[in-house]
């Protein structure tokens, strides 16, 4: 397991610019990535997370007298946003102050988020017929919250790489959180400081880390494990507030005292990893059908929320009992996972591109030294940074 692997991440030299940290022999990945530089083990995990985040927000109405649902859904629910945030981490790892790191931060994170904002609050106003529903910078809609945690995970890159200890020291800052209720939701403060011991792990994950998962006794252990999991849930479904997984709320404010902080979250931290490690020897490392998809997932992600909204607004569990039959509640799974794999194609991201991914050259100050470089072709374009969803 990761934390089993770099119990308490200390801060190393990273590989020079353009080169990989050594791996070691017997360890050395098999697949190597394509020209295009994505590796599709990581498009692999990020199209199945997000499919897995769908599942989640469709199987919601149904944990509602649910015992089944709801022991799906507590399982998915520790560790789907973890991975997503664990690969955002490991993929921030070249982050800096930069003005070309900055301003993709700034296209591909703030930008997207205050354009769902005011989205996502009009797409309000028409379902509830009601103009005067405001529209809220501080107060990240829905889905919206991810976008701005990462926003502010990104931006501390450069404190995780200083500190000594930087995991352990986000345990106590994730810890602190869930028992202070005076954190409040401003910018989703309370999940970005709750999560964020994921993101600072997978900030000092390397690529060895990830190749301890292709291990054949781990993949094989995985699957029970995870069937563990489910069984597991299923007991605890009547004995625990699900809200403890959204990691949405202090502690107090789910009816018990401060001093339960540590051990639920150091808990909760310790079943997600466990989780996610399962899930990630799971995924296919080669290229599949759906890798190409993993390119798309913060569409698919952004997108879905509209749909999930209309079946509230709308009743369609309600009106239709059949849902919440064994065939209807397989039917709904079948159609989420078709929904958000429609929503990570092609022709959908190049749709929406100019709203989840505008490039707004035109905003941005030209770099006159890195332009002065380029014309005497003594420097190669500098890559952008991975967007990491």
Request: net charge positive; charged share 15%; hydrophobic share 50%.
């Amino acid at each position: 397991m990761f934390s089993a692997a770099i119990p308490f991440v200390r801060n190393v030299d990273p590989a020079p610019e353009g080169q990989q940290a050594p791996v070691p022999r017997a360890l050395a990945p098999r697949v190597k990535p394509p020209s295009g530089g994505r590796d599709p083990f990581f498009d692999n995990a990020k199209y199945l997370a997000v499919v897995l985040v769908a599942l989640g927000h469709t199987w919601e109405p149904l944990t509602h007298g649910g015992r089944a649902a709801m022991a799906l859904y507590m399982t998915v629910y520790t560790f789907h946003m973890p991975v997503f945030i664990l690969i955002s981490g490991y993929l921030s790892r070249g982050f800096d102050l930069s003005p070309a790191k900055l301003k993709r931060l700034i296209t591909s994170v703030a930008v997207p988020y205050v354009v769902f904002e005011v989205l996502y609050t009009f797409f309000q106003r028409w379902l509830q017929n009601d103009p005067n529903e405001p529209i809220s910078l501080t107060s990240p809609y829905y889905l919206d919250w991810f976008l701005a945690a990462l926003f502010v995970w990104r931006l501390s890159t450069p404190i995780w790489k200083l500190v000594r200890w930087p995991v352990p020291l986000a345990l106590v800052i994730a810890v602190l959180a869930a028992a202070s209720p005076e954190v409040g939701n401003d910018f989703a403060m309370m999940r970005v400081l709750q999560f964020l011991p994921f993101f600072v792990l997978g900030l000092h994950l390397t690529p060895a880390h990830f190749d301890l998962l292709r291990r054949r006794a781990l993949r094989i252990a995985a699957v029970p494990v995870m069937l563990g999991a489910v069984v597991f849930a299923y007991w605890a479904a009547p004995r625990i507030n699900a809200a403890w997984f959204r990691h949405n709320d202090a502690v107090q404010d789910l009816g018990v005292p401060a001093w339960v902080s540590p051990v639920m979250e150091l808990a909760l931290f310790g079943c997600s990893m466990v989780l996610t490690v399962c899930f990630l020897a799971l995924v296919p490392r080669r290229q599949a059908w759906f890798t190409k998809l993993g390119a798309g997932t913060l569409y698919g992600y952004l997108l879905h929320g509209f749909v999930i909204k209309m079946s509230r607004w709308f009743g369609w569990y309600d009106d239709f009992s059949w849902v919440r039959t064994p065939v209807g509640e397989i039917v709904v799974t079948v159609l989420a996972a078709a929904l958000i794999t429609l929503l990570c194609t092609r022709p959908v991201r190049r749709v929406f591109r100019y709203v989840v991914e505008p490039k707004l050259s035109w905003a941005f100050k030209e770099n006159a030294a890195a332009l002065a470089r380029a014309r005497a072709g003594t420097a190669d374009a500098a890559p952008s940074s991975s967007p990491g969803y």
